[in-house]
Structure formats: C-alpha cells, structure tokens
C-alpha cells in the first residue's frame, strides 16, 4: 500500500499474511488471478486506514503500523468502493459501502456503514430479485443526498437517490445500460459519471438530478470501472473486458475476446472538466493473459487529490503492470 501526499509517496506498507503470499504475490499474473492485496481504501483521518482486502475489511494505524483483527463480510463480498459522508444533511457523519459480488441470482444486497474499529452494521437492503450489487455510493453535497448506482442488467442497471439517514431510498432511473455507473461526481450541474457497459457504447454523462435527462459529454472507448479526481479536473479509466453476460469460469480462462463496448484492446484514460472537455492522455494495452487474470484497468489512490500530480496503476497491461505511475496534468 502506498500512501500518497500532493506530489510525494510519503510511505509504503506490506500488506501480506504469509511468507507464501508474498511470494506468489511477487508473480504479477497469479497476484492477480487470486485477487492477492487491496482492493479499495478509504483515509479515516490522517492516521487510520480502512483496507478491503479479500473478504475482509481492516483498519490500519499508520503511525504504529498495527493492523485490526478484521471484519468478515461474507463469501465472495467485498466493497467496489468506500464513501465517506460528511456534512451531507439529514445523515450521521459515517463511512459506508454497498455489496459488490458476482450475484446473478439477485440475492439480497446490503449497504453497510461503519460503527466503530471491526464494526459494521447494515442501513439498508436491497430486496430479492431487484439488484446484482451495487456500484457506487455517491455523496451529493449540492443537493443533501446519497445517491447508489447498482448493476447490472436490466431493471438492476439503476439510479437510486437516498435521504433521510437511509429510511427513504427510491429508483429514480432504471432498465438502461446508459445508467450502469461506477464513477461518479457530483456537481454543481449535476451528476458527472462515465457508464460502465461492455456490451453497449460508453459516454461520459452529465445527469439533471431533478429530471433524470442526461446530456452525452464525451465517447470513451470502453466500460469505467475506476477514476478520480485530480485539483478540478475528473480523471477515468476504461476498461477491456469481455461482454460480462456470460461470466463461466472456462470463458474467462480461455477467451479474450472483448466486449462490443470496448472499442479495442487498450486501457485509455481521460482527464477533463465541464470547462474545458475530456480527451485522451494516455493509454496502454492489455496483456496477453485471459480474463480470468483481471480486466485491463487503470486504478487510482481513493480520496481527493489536490494536487496536480495524477498517481495511477496499470492493471493487466503488457508495459507497467501492478507499478506506481505519475502523470503531470499541469499542463494538461
């Protein structure tokens, strides 16, 4: 785990169980195929660290380097991302995240908010037969509310807006694949988000939160999983994936074949504002190992970065794979 400040990596730390698992961790292709490390994370203060790792979310003491015994959230559960609500009216100050599993029976899906050091409860849950899981939680400080995207198909490709301390949730758009998000800004026009479909094209889109309209901003060259912000401008990834509507074990061992979403076989990231538009800065390829082996991504350090100094980490990409790269977007 690296952790970074403006310009600078102030410091790293290993995150491993077992002198087994930093071995096989040291092997780029098995550290991805077993989903080896962290998986998302999320700043408590400026001494304390929530770690998704497995199925397991750990808090992490900088300053003594010790880490909690750890909070078991279930078989094949992890979050997709952490949310810290502050000052967002009508909720407690807190950190919560949705369910994020494979799912496509529609189980329930819960989104779940941190009580204290390994304690977490559920606020609320996803009926049966509504959702696979949920994508994102946003918190909207123009407007006092949260709002979930969740996945996949159909009806469960949804926008959710939830207030009241999570006692009011409702579906206020659905059943399209325009509303299948991951990333998600909130502005002073709207909703900022890039879709996340591998079987349809991909825009980056701002949503009118009071008529659901959304306006295209841009084409993007495959689904988005993963982006950040950077000072004022929203950085995103796409993705190379395949179609995601046939997920068998022997198809993501075997096949590369890509999604009709995903425009070509390299991971492109966009960097821009409402301002100033979005454009390509840079881009990679995707290795030469299946799908099984992780999607091609590019990932980035959660929390806000004021700085203009992009940090990111190429995923499943035949040059940087699982390195620490920087981009200056001064310029930009």
């Known amino acids: 785990m690296w952790v ?66 750890g909070y078991f959230i279930g078989e094949g559960l992890r979050p997709l991302a952490f949310t810290k609500i502050e000052g967002i009216r009508g909720f407690d100050d807190a950190v919560v995240f949705g369910g994020y599993l494979m799912n496509m029976d529609k189980e329930p899906v819960h989104i779940y908010k941190r009580k204290s050091v390994d304690q977490w409860e559920v606020v609320y849950t996803f009926e049966r037969g509504v959702i696979n899981h949920v994508h994102a939680i946003v918190a909207d400080p123009y407007r006092d509310c949260l709002w979930a995207f969740t996945g996949d198909f159909d009806e469960a490709s949804a926008i959710w807006r939830i207030t009241d301390n999570f006692k009011r949730v409702e579906r206020v758009a659905w059943n399209d694949q325009q509303y299948r998000g991951c990333v998600v800004f909130p502005v002073r026009e709207g909703l900022l988000y890039a879709t996340d479909a591998p079987f349809a094209k991909n825009y980056i889109y701002l949503m009118n939160p009071d008529s659901m309209e959304l306006k295209r901003i841009a084409p993007i060259d495959g689904s988005c999983i993963y982006g950040c912000q950077c000072g004022d401008q929203f950085v995103f990834s796409s993705t190379v994936e395949p179609d995601g509507r046939d997920s068998s074990l022997f198809k993501l061992f075997t096949s590369r ?26 881009k990679e390829r995707k290795d030469l190992w299946p799908y099984a082996f992780q999607f091609g991504v590019f990932r ?30 001064s310029g930009k």
């Open 4 to 69: 970074l400040a403006g310009n600078k990596v102030l410091d790293k730390y290993p995150i491993f169980n077992s002198a087994k698992e930093f071995l096989i961790g040291a092997i780029n292709p098995f550290s991805r195929l077993l989903r080896l490390g962290i998986r998302a994370s999320i700043a408590l203060d400026e001494n304390r660290v929530l770690l998704s790792r497995g199925n397991h979310i750990f808090e992490l003491d900088l300053l003594s380097g010790e880490r909690s015994g």
């Open 300 to 329: 980035f350090p959660s929390g806000r970065n004021d700085a203009n100094t992009l940090y990111f980490q190429p995923i499943a990409t035949n040059k940087n794979d699982l390195s620490l790269l920087a981009l200056d977007l």
């Open 257 to 282: 074949k890509r999604g009709a979403g995903i425009t070509d076989m390299y991971v492109h990231l966009y960097c821009g504002n409402m301002e100033k538009g979005f454009r390509e800065i840079y």
